[in-house]
């Protein structure tokens, strides 16, 4: 097979390459159209918009796929985006049969258009190859389709993963029960806290909608671990532990962007890694930061060591309520707090507050000389600076307050509907 489809690269049609031969989208996705439009009823829940923009899409990605077949090019991330695109349309409710339906509609269709006007003399070993590579095709987004729904029918039916998930978080599973619900325990995890901010633009939100959303986010989850994270989903809030053999720590950027793309909307996110015995543990350090985030405005991934400091000084003890204490004098000149917030939020440089405050700089430099005089402590010294930055960490991240304590599961009051 690999040399048949080396040879495909040149191999041509009525005197074109067969790769160039491909179809455009618009092409094949109008034959996949009249699938759903006529013999579903997906058109009276999806709108004719959406539902052409996905056929579209999955066409996009199954043509990528086909030319990457071609030139004998890896095939790994057009696939994926065809077993993403599969699972989006499981979701809609379209049946497996009817997904087999359509993608052989669809492949039927590029075979017609790349073979038409053939000639069967003078193309006769370009037709042998595209129908090889046809085959393949055929067996490659069968096996998709399989995985997809099979991913799918977990995502759907994900009580037993979820009860472990529960009781390692509540720091009282074992190894027999998780066996009895299907789950081999790993030795450490990825501890991951998610956080969604707001939700997109026009969407409501319906509990049937909150619903639709969990799962797209359970099953990228899944997908992007290899079926074997754990996670507690709720409407706001997510807690998700990755054996640690399934994790690329240097993807975690990516993979909070994803997830943020399957919920379509803004992400907080942090992890750590754990022990089995230790997720708890885990779980409060990370829901903790996901708060420390929250008051700081921080907004993406950020990871558990960057924000090792303000997750001690945020922590309840006589040194945070001291430094937090340091600014207490500028609580009747807010506009100086202000001011000195953005000042070492800016790397401490005076044109950069005075452009981020709309001011000229001698007025950051009057209003930075009154907040050394009132407290004592000189922002634009390298001593001061530090102790101002501890101090307004400590302050923003509610140092020397009470913190409630975690206690089993801190998604358990954003539930799925």
Sequence with gaps: ?????????????????????????????GKIMSLFVVGSDLPARVPLAD???????????????TARMLTGSDTAEPLAEVRADIMDWARQGVTIDAMHKAVRVG??????????????????VALIETAHLFVRLSREL?????????????????????????????????????????VRLAENYFVFAVEFIEHHA?????????????????????????????????????????PQDHFDPAGAERFADRIADAARTKVRATFVTARADAIAEGVERT????????????????????????????RPG??????????DPLEDHPVLLETLTVHLTTRSTRLRTARALHV????????????????????????????????????????????????????QTAQAC
């Excluded at 492949?107 to 006769?124: G, P, S």
């Excluded at 997809?148 to 979820?162: E, F, G, K, Q, T």
């Design 1 to 29: 097979m690999p040399d048949s489809v080396l040879s495909a690269r040149s191999a041509t049609t009525v005197g074109r390459p067969v790769l160039d031969r491909l179809p455009r989208a618009s092409t094949i996705s």
């Design 51 to 65: 539902l052409r923009r996905d056929v579209t899409a999955l066409v996009n990605a199954c043509l990528e796929l």
């Design 107 to 124: 492949t039927q269709a590029v075979f017609d258009h790349l073979t038409a006007r053939a000639r069967l003399d003078e193309d006769r």
């Design 142 to 182: 069968s096996v998709a389709i399989s995985q997809a729904y099979l991913r799918d029918m977990r995502v759907a039916d994900s009580d037993a993963a979820d009860t472990v998930a529960a009781a390692l978080i509540a720091g009282n599973a074992t190894p027999a029960m998780a066996r009895a619900c299907g």
């Design 202 to 242: 026009g969407e409501p939100r319906p509990e049937c909608l909150a619903h639709r959303t969990i799962r797209r986010v359970r099953a990228e989850v899944l997908h992007h671990t290899d079926d074997k994270a754990l996670m507690r989903v709720g409407t706001g809030t997510a807690t998700l532990l990755i």
């Design 287 to 314: 829901h903790a930061v996901l708060d420390i985030m929250r008051r700081l405005r921080r907004v993406g991934l950020e990871r558990f060591d960057d924000l090792s400091l303000e997750y001690q000084l945020s």
């Design 318 to 327: 006589t040194a945070g309520k001291y430094l937090a204490a340091l600014l």
């Design 360 to 411: 000229h700089p001698n007025t950051v430099d009057y209003r930075l000389n009154k907040i050394a005089e009132i407290t004592g402590l000189d922002p634009t010294q390298s001593d001061g600076v530090w102790r101002l930055r501890s101090a307004l960490v400590a302050r923003m991240t509610g140092a020397g307050e009470e913190v409630p304590a975690v206690g089993g599961d801190p998604d």
